[in-house]
């Protein structure tokens, strides 16, 4: 497995071509009309490890919006004030898309994991009731562990989704109706598009992901039980019904948003994070998947 810095450097290298040419057969997201302003073109790629090495190619210092990226650091957060938090949000893998009504209906508006929309909405609500201000917590929180004072959180683009948002405002009325919400619909709406507004660069989610690969950061960001668990939660839920795909093709616990961030890695080693925005129908990035999956075999980075 590959770990010095000029051979990671001439896998990101090569991963960035491998994805960029994938990245062709997507497409940008349509569903929050803000983002479709980004350049498909856009390409990052950072890698960082436990020993310290962190690097960046393309476009990794450039903010995106982070979008279900923030999902990650959402529960984190919460799990931070309220550590049986899952009680609440599930760890089943998802069956039906990220956006899915009918899943959770299966469920008693019981979500399956804190990565679907419908999970993530529960974590909001419950960071908003503990801190007065989920956006506010998650954007604090990433911008502290990415190291980042640039990160924050775009109100055009969570003022788009607001304006286009029949899918989760439906969500939202499902969980409120099993009594599953402690605030109004609306705010929890409101703060959950605004978290997902928040902005990030590729070597920045990198840098946030470390907690989840070195022991050494157990117990300031997290406790290791939960980090465990967080892992665990990526490999099965993290890239929603393709997750079972990206544990074939590339080994790594990951978590994707539909700015076109993914982000992976390997406890013990180091992580990777890739922006490309043109997406494939799971709403996942067609070129950060692409290249993640190329370095991933090169590098030999696998929990496999
Ligand atoms: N804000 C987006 C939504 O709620 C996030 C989805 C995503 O990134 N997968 O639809």
Redo the contacts with the bound molecule.
């Keep these: 497995r590959s770990s010095h810095p000029d051979q990671l450097l001439a896998h990101a290298r090569a991963a960035i071509d491998h994805g960029r040419s994938a990245a062709h057969a997507g497409e940008v997201t349509s569903?929050?009309p803000a983002l479709a302003a980004v350049d498909p073109a856009s390409f990052g790629l950072s890698v960082t490890t436990v020993d310290g090495a962190e690097l960046g190619v393309g476009d990794c210092a450039v903010q995106f919006s982070l979008?279900?990226?923030t999902?990650l650091f959402a529960l984190v957060a919460l799990l931070r004030v309220e550590p049986e938090a899952w009680a609440h949000v599930g760890w089943a893998p998802t069956e039906l898309g990220?956006?899915s009504v009918a899943e959770l209906e299966r469920s008693a508006g019981r979500p399956r994991n804190p990565f679907v929309?419908a999970g993530?909405l529960i974590v909001t609500d419950r960071l908003l009731h503990h801190t007065g201000s989920a956006v506010e917590t998650v954007a604090e929180l990433v911008r502290d562990l990415a190291g980042d004072p640039a990160v924050e959180s775009d109100a055009a683009v969570s003022a788009s989704?607001a304006g286009a948002d029949h899918?989760?405002r439906a969500l939202a009325h499902v969980l409120a109706e099993h009594g599953r919400l402690l605030n109004d619909v609306d705010d929890v709406l409101a703060h959950?598009?605004a978290q997902?507004a928040i902005t990030g660069s590729a070597l920045g989610v990198a840098r946030a992901g470390r907690f989840l690969v070195d022991r050494r950061l157990h117990g300031r960001v997290l406790d290791s039980n939960n980090v465990r668990r967080i892992n665990a939660v990526l490999l099965t839920a993290g890239m929603?019904g393709a997750a079972g795909d990206i544990a074939y093709r590339v080994g790594l616990p990951a978590k994707?948003?539909?700015?076109g961030g993914v982000l992976a890695v390997l406890p013990g080693v180091g992580t990777v994070c890739a922006w490309s925005p043109p997406l494939d129908r799971e709403?996942n990035s067609v070129g950060g998947v692409a290249a993640i999956e190329q370095f991933s075999r090169t590098s030999g980075w696998s929990v496999f």
């Design positions: 569903k929050i979008q279900s990226l999902k990220y956006g929309n993530a989704e899918r989760n959950y598009y997902c929603y994707s948003g539909v700015g709403g």
